[in-house]
């Protein structure tokens, strides 16, 4: 209305409203676009569950992977250790659990080994407190909660912190060691941890797509953690799809192939790292109708390195039973071969030693001409040590040295034959670092090579010393350029020189020609130690046999022949006994126990040589020197049988009386050549000596419970013979009883102090 009447009233058009037609296209519009973005949101939803089926794919792979594997893995989600923790299937397999217990930290302790329990203990408590980065590493013995049997893992594992430092989670791996097979691992639970995350944000795409990230930040932890593991205990997973060819491959088994992570991998591939001699056994191994494989073979890298594997795998075959992939695990083994192979060679090496001292020591025992006990010994060193000659050097003032002899062209030749103008050298200097080293110990042995100007040489006995020139500063003997160009002449290039002692007291020098410049390994330089031994021992038998009689040298000979059959063959037989031993416990995995068979091994070695000097020389044996006949008896016993299959026994009976030096001497040997025919040949389970002391007599009964032999039989060895000599010696009887299957009993039965005639003072 206005306030004029007369004008007219004017009316304000308003915005039309819409026609029903044109609200009909809008709420078509509207739908159109409602039913595109429910199209977008359907595919994103069916990509995601592509995508979470491939995680799940892949998943099972992994767990087939580690199912298959040696592996035991556990998971302790939790910093308090009494809470239930998530061990693997085989986890609980190692540790002779029930499948379906829950493991608690008190749980595992009561399974760890009384001995091994603290030390265990305190090593995963140090780790959760962050020492060493956190880093859990043992070995040790647990005990099988059913049968109460014993065995050795090895554990290594890793704690996470939170950002406080913290300890949140500790993960680790077991594996069994005992008989070194493969040990399994599974990732227990892990599936339906996943399963129950993705069921539970599938309500709509905001929670898919957080879900999503959630369970790919999982994966990528789990993946660490598996790839962790692999790279611990050396052994990668890999699947073979049969249908496309593909290769999925852990880390760890590029690593083990040497192989660039993005290098695209295909059988054709794996087939051209198989060695040669192997690649029959591998293809037939994937071509056969399926069932689990566990086999090993070689791999040669692109440097021509040779690797050892081990493979496990299983077949995965579709509802038609048809093979549609292959899964499975791969280990790097070629330490563990290579250890093997090193115990095998130095056992190898033992055994050769043995027989060359043995054969050394039979030529000497037979040997009825003493002027040809040198060119025996000579012999055996230049055949076992690959040299082309051999010279006998005796040490005359401070640093003159004369030559005895040398073994040429298979015979011993004399100075005064041969080479008659270098009959007298000097060789060493005192102040020459090489040689002074040597005048000072004694023992050390020179490595020498003489095709260079000038000659040099290097203490060979100990590693990676340097080279000094032969003469040092000061101007050598003439006489040595005469030794230097004749040696030339006939192709020598190396020498191995090895001092002999005397009293102790450095007297001379085995010297070992060589065409070849041979790295003498430390075991060659121990036998050619112990040769040169036999060499000085021969030259002083030829020394007696100028100076006594026939008959006197022919007891001397024999009574040495018998002291080193007595001290080296019997001291190599309890090397070799201990080196067995080694290897028996290096094949279950003892390493320890192994361990402690290769001291024995060196201190039965290093005693037999010091025995060897001390009968060389006609001295009383370190045993008695150090205790009496009773406990060097039993000593005897416990270091020979210690590690064997014999259980030793001593027992005495009666107070002993004072004996002689040889009669006690004779008895010990006595003793110790009936324990090692036990040891060598009777296959025995018990092992028992008895020293009784009567009035009239001394009776030393030596019993086992062996195969037992023929006494009548006249196959008797050194060792018989040499006992009946030192009974007959001590004017005593010796009593063999044995049968075949029912033991042996020798008796040495001796006259005591208050008998009518001989006496043991």
Known sequence: MHDDPDRPEVLTPSAPSPSPSERTSERETAAEELQ????????????????????????????????????????????????VGDWSQRMKEIFGLPLDAEVTHDMFLKVVHPDDRTRVDSLVMQALAG?????????????????????????????????????????????????????????????????????????????????????????????????????????????????TGQLIWSDETYCIFEVHPDTKVTPELVASRVHPEDLPLYLQAFSGKGEDLHFGHRLVMPDGYIKYVEVAATAIRDEAGQIIEWAGAIRDVTSIKQSAEALRASEHLARGQFAALTRTLDALAQESNPERLLEHVLRMIAGRLNGQSVSVYERNGANELDMVATFEEDRLHAPSKHLSSVKKVTLFTEDHPVWSEVLRTGVDIVVGEIDCDPPRIRIGSRENSPWYPWHGD???????????????????????????????????????????????????MELARALAHQAMLAIQLMRLSRQSREAAIAAERNRMARDLHDTLAQGFTGVIVQLEATEDAWSRGLLPEAGKHLVRARELARGSLQEARRSAHALRSQALAEKNLCDAVEDLIKKMTSGTSVVGAFTREGSPWPLSNECEENLLRIGQEVLTNTLRHARARHFNAHLAFEPQRLRFELRDDGVGFDPASQNEGLGLIGIKERVEVMGGQLTIRSAEGSGTLIVASLPGPYASSGSLL
């Open 474 to 524: 000061a101007p050598h003997d003439p006489n040595m350029a005469v030794i230097y160009r004749r040696l030339a002449a006939m192709g020598v290039v190396a020498t191995l020189t090895v001092p002999t002692l005397i009293g102790g007291k450095l007297a001379g020098f085995i010297g070992i020609r060589s065409r070849h410049k041979n790295l003498f390994r430390a075991n060659e």
């Open 131 to 243: 020492a060493n980065g956190g880093e859990y590493r043992a070995e040790y013995r647990t005990i099988h909660p059913q049968d109460g049997s014993e065995q050795w893992v090895t554990a290594r594992g890793q704690a996470f912190f939170d950002a406080d430092g913290q300890a949140i989670r500790f993960i680790g791996t077991v594996m069994e060691i005992t008989e070194r097979k493969r040990a399994e691992e599974a990732s227990a639970r892990l599936n339906m941890e996943l399963e129950r995350r993705i069921r539970e944000r599938t309500a709509d795409l905001e929670r898919i797509n957080q879900a999503f990230r959630v369970e790919i930040e999982e994966r990528k932890k789990s993946e660490a953690s598996l790839t962790r593991t692999q790279r611990l205990s050396q052994t990668g997973s890999a699947t073979w799809i049969l249908a």
């Open 36 to 83: 595109r973005l429910n199209a977008e949101l359907r595919q994103q939803a069916a990509h995601l569950r592509e995508v979470n089926q491939t995680l799940l794919e892949s998943e099972q792979r992994l767990r087939l992977a580690i199912e298959t594997g040696r592996i035991g893995l556990w998971v302790w989600n939790s910093t308090d250790l009494n809470n």
